[in-house]
């Protein structure tokens, strides 16, 4: 009997292979981790209402880094990063795609940056997976089209180049006290 189901066993998956859906299967899978891919309503979205839950307690959700943190808490869990610089009169390190900006009054995380433009996200993603956004304007000083959630403390907001294209960047700060 073990020797039975085995041979269907073998016969089934020689069968799939045969077809081509064995291979088709582990292209869909890698596919998914390359973020210029096509997403499809089946696929998994980049975003997910985490970003909003973590946003509220000041988490930057792809990365898991807190505002507030140091300087140095940010070196020791990430390394060395790829760039250094200044904005704004304080610090920034970056790592791949992701820019942690410090303050330059007391050296704590007070801005994080991702670069999300692979992933191709469209405002109706956006808003599927995190609601409606609180605001959405053209920031003119910087010219990007914003789409702001307000968080308490934080503030999650994505930018693009024009109204309605993919989103650009994503970025999480501190709220501006009223």
């Known amino acids: 009997m073990k020797y039975i189901k085995y041979f269907i066993v073998m ?12 291979n088709s299967i582990v292209m869909d899978i890698e596919e998914l981790d390359k973020p210029g891919s096509v997403v499809s309503a089946a696929t998994p979205s980049f ?21 507030g943190e140091s300087q140095t808490d940010v070196l020791e869990s990430l390394g060395e990063p790829s760039e250094k610089g200044l904005y704004e009169g304080g610090n920034y390190y970056t790592y791949d795609r992701t820019t942690y900006i ?3 009054e007391n050296y704590l995380l007070e801005a994080i940056m991702m670069d999300i433009s692979d992933y191709r996200v469209s405002v109706e993603e956006m808003k599927r997976a995190l ?9 003119e000083l910087d010219g990007y089209w914003t789409y702001s959630y307000e968080l308490d403390d934080y503030t999650l907001f994505f930018e693009t180049s024009e109204e309605g294209s993919p989103l650009e960047f994503v970025w999480l700060v501190e709220s501006e006290k009223q």
């Open 131 to 139: 609601g409606t956004p609180d605001r959405s304007e053209l920031d």
């Open 47 to 67: 975003l997910s209402f985490a970003w909003i839950e973590k946003g509220f307690n000041g988490i930057f959700f792809p990365t898991d880094q807190a505002l």
């Open 11 to 22: 016969n089934m998956a020689i069968f799939l292979f045969g077809c081509g859906q064995g």
């Open 102 to 104: 410090f303050s330059s």
